[in-house]
């Protein structure tokens, strides 16, 4: 299929979706011919459907002209139950683990086959790692991703173990393994990486329950895990326990 | 026009933006004959559209089988620039201002003839007032809504001098003295509301500037301005400066 053919066969919704898409945090106010090279959108139907989408709200045109995300695209975005509520109430709790542990905190929730970062706070003696709120890390190689892999549907786990890139030379990647520690982290409460995502930095994190459902994972990231493991599990299990209690009672 | 008529001749992104505009706060996660009811689209044209935004990620379905947002949609609205960004950092501003003042801390951005409020502190000891996070009121009733017309557009301007609607008894409502206060609270940097939105609640609010141009306003609402007014203005404008630069180092 030639590029013309399938740009012109493209679901209006998808132009739609590209055209936000096309925002970034790198990128946060794009030109017109900056939209239409990101979404393979003709300059006109970029411009007529950006300005649909100004006229909503969604888009903004700045002082420059530049398209930028709309108040009305932050307004709805709010109402995500896994984003800003669920954020809300855990940041304080992260703040208090971080302030007991000094170790960086992360709070993610699956995103298909990925973890996504919900939250992050980063310990100034932590070891550097590769999280970032807002982004997606594999769900096989780190701490909070096992634990969401552990309780995510089986097609997702086969999905998932289908294919496990290696990404240090520790990192888990023959299924049999996964399975056996993916199983371990259901029974024990708790999941573990040793520098399987980053070298010099381990995790381990356990799920956050809203009722019986897992609907997040808080984990943290220390240099080592060999002393502290059951000090580092319990104030976890203590501080998720919370998250969950206040996910309950607000939503 | 027949409704059936009128439906079918929406584009396809006022049928999107419809279907996103059904969630509230009130109701987060709607059913597929709750969404067609909201849009007015019939169930098979919210299915297939709904559908397509699950797969984007901007809706997700629930445990129930309710659509409610998406992660996608929070973090493209993450990127509004008047929204997360502007919050984050006025929001210690806002804590410490109410810390001296005791008075309800108000941060509002123009969404076209309307003040959209970011962020809100209530005082335990402020009069109680109309405004919410995430709510919308009159630019000529409110602190921040005169500062933010007085710095607005002459076509907005004008469009809001139209129509002056009565609030209270004391609502503003003549265009000629609304013309002269909003050039006063340009000369002078601030503005002022007496019982104009809410019986027993004044506020005074100032520009926030990001560079030169005012993005957004700051305005505090207490049960009378008569002895406080210069200390509260002052307060008001550090804060307000405090705020800007910090927009012009993180944005």
């Not at 709805?76 to 905190?105: F, K």
């Not at 895990?225 to 299990?237: E, G, H, T, Y």
Request: some cysteine.
């Amino acid at each position: 299929v030639a590029p013309a053919q399938r740009t012109s066969g493209r679901s209006v919704t998808s132009k739609v979706v590209a055209l936000l898409d096309a925002f970034t945090p790198t990128e946060p106010v794009l030109s017109l011919n900056e939209l239409a090279a990101a979404t393979g959108l003709t300059t006109s139907t970029a411009h007529r459907l950006a300005n649909e989408l100004v006229e909503w709200g969604g888009l903004e045109r700045g002082e420059n002209g530049g398209y930028r995300i709309g108040l009305r695209m932050w307004e709805i975005g709010a109402l995500a139950p896994r984003g800003e509520n669920l954020r809300a109430v855990a940041l304080p709790v992260m703040q208090d683990l971080y302030e007991a542990t000094q170790a960086s905190v992360h709070l993610a929730v699956r995103d298909g086959t990925e973890a996504f970062y919900i939250e992050k706070i980063h310990g100034p003696r932590a070891p550097r790692v590769r999280s970032r709120r807002g982004g997606r890390l594999p769900l096989h190689a780190t701490g909070v991703g096992k634990v969401l892999l552990a309780h995510a549907p089986p097609e997702v786990q086969a999905a998932v173990l289908a294919d496990l890139p290696r990404i240090t030379a520790y990192t888990v990647t023959q299924p049999g393994l996964l399975r056996r520690q993916l199983a371990r982290a259901v029974r024990d409460g708790y999941a573990t990486t040793t520098e399987e995502m980053s070298l010099g930095a381990c995790s381990v994190a356990v799920p956050v329950r809203s009722g019986p459902r897992v609907v997040a994972a808080l984990g943290i990231v220390v240099p080592s895990l060999r002393k502290d493991r059951p000090r580092l599990v319990a104030a976890l299990q203590v501080s998720a326990r919370g998250v969950g209690r206040r996910l309950g009672a607000t939503g």
